[in-house]
């Protein structure tokens, strides 16, 4: 497996999570288990996403504005998951807050599968994509684990 099927595996995850959140209403057994899942599955890719993808391409020219583009959208989505952990479950502004954070999600995941992956493969090796989606897994699961 190379760092871009790992990622999408991850990014798939994220999609389903994401839609099945803003299905839920009120405050729900469902929409707190969601809730849960969907921020721990966020929190541990992004750790290791940008240790073990986008690091390695803030090092070359035509992926650095990209990497750090995604890092700050990282920020954007772990600023609405911390809203929504400070928002009632019943009320309608979290379910507000969910859809902000569900279109940031597709489209975070949009501009990496559509764009960034088509750059970071002009320049990793065969050989780094490799190395950088073990990596990334074993920083993934670990990074799961703390959750």
Known sequence: MNIFEALRTSHDTQR???DNLI???GDSKERDLLFKELKTEL???AA???RFFYVP???HDITQEPSRHGIAEHHEMDE???KLEKTDFSSPAWLAVAKELHHKVFHHLKDEEQGIFQLAGKVLSEAEKLSLAKGYEGEFVSQRLKA
């Open 16 to 18: 389903e999570l994401a």
């Open 57 to 59: 391409l803030i090092a």
């Open 48 to 50: 290791a996403e940008e």
């Open 23 to 25: 299905k839920t209403s």
């Open 43 to 45: 929190a541990a890719h």
């Open 80 to 82: 609405l998951v911390e």
